[in-house]
């Protein structure tokens, strides 16, 4: 299957199980008032999400407060070099607008030729790079020099 039709797939259960929930809902609230459960004495959210707020409730509904927030965590950069002149990089800091795109260029500025990389919003942001490559001929980019870009690209000036 092609990713279009993995995110359809993936649509389309989310709205079926909308549906359930809705459909739970409106049986609650015709329940006979003598039952146990009563819809007063619950709380419902509406059922009507809009598409950028579900994910945040379907994670604080799983996971409610296990995850640690990255607003009060330091961002983190780690680089390793590999054969050759290969570097593979791991990046978590707090998601702000353009951040993606201003690591980036950071990268290609220190001449790093980005080859496999994964990229995660879920809970702050996460840039795994798996294989970036050296292009530039001549000296050798150091990694505490990638860490300090990285790091100044993600808005925390002169942490190391």
Do not use: W
């Given at each position: ?11 389309d ?21 003598g039952?146990?459960l ?14 950028p ?10 996971y ?25 990089i ?11 795109l ?43 020099q ?10 925390f000036?002169?942490?190391?």
């Amino acid at each position: 299957m092609d990713r279009a039709s993995i995110l359809g797939d993936a649509i389309d259960y989310l709205k079926e199980l909308l549906q359930r929930i809705n459909d739970l809902h409106n049986e609650l609230e015709s329940t006979p008032p003598g039952s146990l459960l009563t819809p007063s004495s619950t709380s419902f959210q509406p059922l009507t999400p809009t598409l950028p707020t579900l994910p945040c409730r379907v994670k604080e509904e799983l996971y409610p407060g296990t995850l640690p927030s990255p607003k009060n965590q330091a961002a983190k950069v780690e680089v390793r070099v590999r054969e050759g002149r290969a570097v593979n990089i791991h990046m978590f800091c707090t998601r702000r607008p353009g951040l993606l795109l201003s690591t980036m260029r950071a990268l290609d500025n220190l001449g790093l030729d980005v080859q496999q990389a994964v990229i995660s919003c879920f809970n702050g942001f996460a840039l795994d790079v798996f294989k970036a490559e050296q292009c530039r001929e001549g000296q050798d980019v150091l990694p505490e020099q990638i860490k300090a870009v990285l790091l100044d690209s993600a808005g925390f000036h002169g942490m190391m």
